[in-house]
């Protein structure tokens, strides 16, 4: 496939070589033909003037014939050939070339006193032909076109010369041109496929052309990212797969005691709450599982209506306040307007609010407080609608606050530190403001804790 569409070195070379080529073509029909008309035009006017003085100089002698032929003779020592007409009928003539160009027509012309000025083709030669009436009858010049342009034509030759010189120029520089071009984005091919074979401590040097340079800068980018991608991709991995674990050989360890018949009947029901709080988290987990991979895949659907966030809110604060208040802490709705009208999936919406206050209550202790507030906040073109949650509980750090969204590292972090869930709650978060067309931003609260701030657009007044 790559050979039927050519290289990028033989794409230039071909593209310098035709236009090498047809410039000097068209130099050279330009230059071969303006030198040739020019050239024709000063050996016409040349062998004009000299045929004029031929004329005068006959006319000047004593004897007008005499005088007439003198000036063939001198016409003859100048490389010119000529003819003469006397009279009486008679023709003197230096060659056959010029007998033959003072034909009958023009031999009448001259002896009417008429000019002559043309060009003929006598014995397959192109020649100049000059005619000019004197006293004594009439002389004509005849000059070969070949003998009349010769240094015309040595300056033609040299011309195409040059200009073919030139062509052969331009095909060596685009061809060691096109290789320096092609050099760095040959090498960034082999870099990609080398990280598409799993390669990922490729870098290409950045150099050459801006846009290949940038090319390279780019493909170093991707392979830092997929690197830091697949090494967050096996934590992960390793961390669901030490969550699996736990509740697994909790509930399998029950199960082959109850299956060996050494629980007592007493323990009997003990145990199976165990197996179940097991299988339950379990449970949770998986299911975090699958919704983050749905909301990766893109696969889950959303149904935007015209949503009132305030009313929303009340939703949820008639259900977590009881949650909170069962456990000592403060459930606090803060509506900053009447009413923040946008156009949202509110189902969606309240997924993630449950997620972010699933995890506020979770590290939050008895005694401090939790506060969801909507608010609008000026934009463009229209105001954005905001939700935040806020918690009184140990917060995140300034490096937290990179990469709460991702999935399991603030688990591993915290892992026997603080309570901690699946990993995969605020993952899922961050995936479903994104699948809202929103934004979430993690921070810190004045409360004391953590803060998180979704941010919907296309929110209205009215």
Known sequence: MTGSRGTLSRRIVLLAVGIAVL?????GLLAVGLTRTSADDAARRTLSRIADAAAERADSGVVARAAQNKAVRTLGALGIESASIGRGGAMTSTSALARDALTPARQRALLAGRTLSTRDDLGG???????????????????????????????VRRVLLALVIAAVVAVVVSIAVAKRLSRPLRRTADAAHALAAGQRDVRVPVEGPDEVAEVASA??????????????????????????????????????SLASGVVPAEDTARVGGVV????????RLVGDLLDLARLGADSQSVHPERTDLVALGREVESVWSRRCAAVGVSFTFVPAVAVVWTVTDPARVRQLLDGLLENALRVTPSGRPIVVEV?????????????????????????????????????????????????????????LAHLLGGTVQAGHAAEGGARFTLRLPHATTS
């Open 23 to 27: 410039t000097a073509l068209l130099a």
């Open 219 to 256: 493909l170093n980018s991707l392979s830092s990212s997929l690197a830091r991608s697949e090494e967050r991709q096996r934590d992960f991995l390793l961390s669901v797969s030490h969550d699996l674990r736990t509740p697994l050989t909790g509930i399998s360890g029950y199960a082959e």
């Open 125 to 155: 030669a192109l020649v100049l032909v000059e005619g000019r009436p004197t006293d004594a009858g009439g002389i004509i010049l005849v000059q070969r076109r070949s003998d009349a342009t010769a240094d015309s034509d040595r300056l």
């Open 276 to 283: 179940l709080t097991e299988a339950k988290r379990l449970e």
């Open 375 to 431: 608010r609008r906040e000026p934009g463009s073109p229209t105001d954005v609608a905001v939700i935040e949650v806020r918690d009184g509980g140990p917060g995140l750090t300034d490096e937290d606050l990179a990469v709460a969204f991702e999935p399991s590292v603030l688990h591993e972090r915290y892992r026997g530190i603080r309570p901690v869930g699946t990993g995969l709650g605020l993952a899922i978060v961050g995936r």
